[in-house]
């Protein structure tokens, strides 16, 4: 929108002066302001083409990388699929469950257990580590969720691991390849038009920053003092995220 154009003249500010320092520039945006960013490119900085630029969606960077790497041996599992396979764990341990125990058939309850899982995907803790947790530290319905959860965790993993790979997994395998063969390596890497840094962007981030010649992410928000400065508290908050990832 009009907020987040005023972020563009930083952004061509920031492509023309890695151009002038010899550094092949790769501009990352979501996949609807693709076309938005190379016309702004070309224009902006007065460009017969983008022959040192390249703009780059998360669709395009799957492709790079799959050209790179290869595709691997294991089918893509979208979501759909993944809540077909986490409802199956759900009902394979049913006589195990207590906290979710009944629930696999309740309208919204393989989505919620969808979303604890992805929670503690991201969090980076393994399946030893939580049930370790749950063990120690936990108590009451707090254990008893997290001792369920690790016992779908543990199942769904069983269910896909020999023949399907999950959309997080595909990214992390991605994220890791792209460091194996130095995608960006060198490059002056600019981030814009995202809402905020969710954690598949913040994982490419943190990655990428170990290889690319700078990184700078445009993203726009007020202060917290601001009138609005709350409406920015995720903004806010994924930053936080990104600025701890880094250390």
């Known amino acids: 929108g009009a907020r987040e154009g005023r972020r563009w003249p930083e952004v061509l500010a920031a492509a023309a002066e890695g151009r002038r320092e010899g550094r092949p520039v790769v501009l990352y945006v979501p996949e609807q302001l693709t076309l938005q960013a190379e016309r702004g490119l070309i224009t902006g900085l007065r460009l017969p083409g983008l022959l040192d630029i390249d703009v780059i969606s998360p669709k395009k960077l799957r492709r790079q990388v799959q050209e790179a790497a290869g595709t691997g041996d294991l089918r893509p599992l979208d979501a759909f699929g993944r809540s077909m396979a986490i409802h199956r764990a759900m009902t394979e341990r049913a006589d195990e469950l207590v906290y979710y125990r009944g629930t696999g058939d309740l309208p919204g309850a393989v989505g919620r257990v969808r979303e604890a899982l992805d929670e503690l995907q991201e969090s980076g803790m393994t399946g030893e580590e939580l049930a370790r947790y749950a063990e120690e530290k936990a108590e009451g319905a707090e254990k008893a969720k997290l001792e369920d959860l690790c016992r779908i965790r543990q199942a769904y993993g069983e269910l896909v691991a020999e023949r399907f790979e999950d959309e997080k997994t595909a990214w992390t395998r991605m994220v890791n390849q792209m460091k194996q063969y130095r995608l960006w390596s060198g490059n002056e890497v600019l981030v814009y038009g995202f809402d905020s840094i969710r954690p598949d962007l913040r994982e490419l981030l943190v990655s990428v920053s170990a290889q690319a010649a700078r990184v700078t992410v445009f993203l726009m928000m007020d202060g917290k003092e ?22």
Do not use: C, H, T, Y
């Open 226 to 247: 601001a009138p609005d400065g709350r409406v920015f508290d995720e903004q806010r908050r994924s930053v936080d995220a990104l600025e701890r990832a880094l250390k």
